[in-house]
């Protein structure tokens, strides 16, 4: 599974401004750039990345945060990138600040596809360098690219 099978040009924020810097507004802002690409309500899907994060924070640490959950009425798994203007205080495991955001939604049945693109998108934001390119991209189409371009090791089997 790679990047491009779950993330669209349309899906990606290059300078995100989130209301009051508050987590809930992020999550908010999120879900209305969701909500066409899912053909949804953003209240749903706000609905869904709140149930999530009671569970425990999506704050990874290093500034990265990845929201994410399941709704019943998704054909696939989608996307949505943004980089942050300004970092947002958002309960990550080490308590810094985040301004790098990969939300997923996945399809209600997904099971082992959602653990997977989970994982892609966690191999892909655990890399200093490519987090360098994004926190430094000028455009949404460079962190597009910067995003889906294929891992070094792209000759073995990706999960």
């Known amino acids: 599974m790679q990047i491009a099978d779950l993330l669209s040009p ?21 879900a209305e750039r969701a909500a066409p690409l899912a053909k949804m309500p953003a209240k749903r899907i706000l609905e869904t990345l709140v ?31 943004a980089r942050l203007e300004t970092p947002i205080e958002y309960e990550a495991v080490d308590n810094q600040p985040v301004d790098l955001v990969f939300m997923l939604l996945a399809p209600e ?18 890399n200093q360098t490519s987090c360098e390119k994004l926190r430094s991209a000028a455009t949404a189409e460079a962190l ?15 999960a």
Request: net charge positive; no cysteine.
């Open 109 to 126: 049945g997904a099971g082992a596809d959602h653990l997977k693109a989970l994982a892609r998108v966690s191999r892909l934001l655990r």
């Open 144 to 158: 597009y690219a910067i995003l889906t371009e294929p891992p070094a090791n792209s000759n073995s089997v990706a």
């Open 10 to 30: 349309e899906g990606v924020v290059s300078a995100l401004k989130v209301k009051d810097k508050s987590k809930a507004h992020l999550l908010q802002e999120l």
């Open 51 to 81: 149930e999530r994060e009671r569970l425990g924070t999506t704050g990874v640490g290093q500034g990265i945060a990845i929201p994410h959950g399941r709704l019943g009425d998704i054909k696939k798994i989608i996307g949505v990138f």
